[in-house]
C-alpha cells in the first residue's frame, strides 16, 4: 500500500493546486495504484460508500472500488498518467481540468457510517 495520505492524492492534488496555469510545469508520466483496508468496530454500520469511478482520457487512467464487507470497507484506487514529455503547457492544464476535477471529487469522497 501508497500512502493513502500520499501517493495518488498527492498526484492529482500537485495538478490541481493552481486554478489557472501560464506557463509550463512538470508533469511526469507514471502509475500509481494503491489499496486500504478500513475495518469498524462492531458497534459501526456501514451506511454507504462511494460509488466506484472509472476514467479515461488521452493522458489519465483514473479507476477506484470501493468493497463494502462485514465491518469493513476496501478502497483500491489506480491512476495512469502519460505525457510524452516531462513537461505540460497551459492548453494541456486546460484539456486536464474536467478529468481532474473528477478525480478531486472521488479522493474527497466519504464512507458514510453510524453508531448502531
Known amino acids: 500500500m501508497s500512502s493513502f495520505a500520499g501517493g495518488i492524492a498527492q498526484s492529482v492534488f ?7 496555469r501560464v506557463q509550463a510545469f512538470t508533469c511526469i508520466s507514471g502509475v500509481t495504484e494503491e489499496q ?4 469498524f468496530s462492531k458497534e459501526v454500520i456501514i451506511v454507504a460508500v462511494p460509488k ?3 476514467l ?15 465491518g469493513a470497507v476496501i478502497v483500491r484506487r489506480r491512476l ?17 481540468n474536467t478529468v481532474i476535477g473528477s478525480m478531486l471529487s472521488d ?5 458514510v457510517v453510524q453508531l448502531k
Open 36 to 39: 486500504a483496508r478500513f475495518e
Open 107 to 111: 479522493l474527497k469522497s466519504q464512507i
Open 56 to 70: 479515461r482520457d488521452e493522458k489519465f487512467e483514473y479507476t477506484s472500488t470501493y468493497l463494502k464487507e462485514p
Open 52 to 54: 466506484s469511478m472509472t
Open 14 to 20: 500537485a495538478f490541481a493546486a493552481e486554478s489557472d
Open 80 to 96: 495512469k498518467f502519460y505525457n510524452p514529455s516531462a513537461l505540460c503547457g497551459p492548453e494541456d492544464f486546460k484539456s486536464m
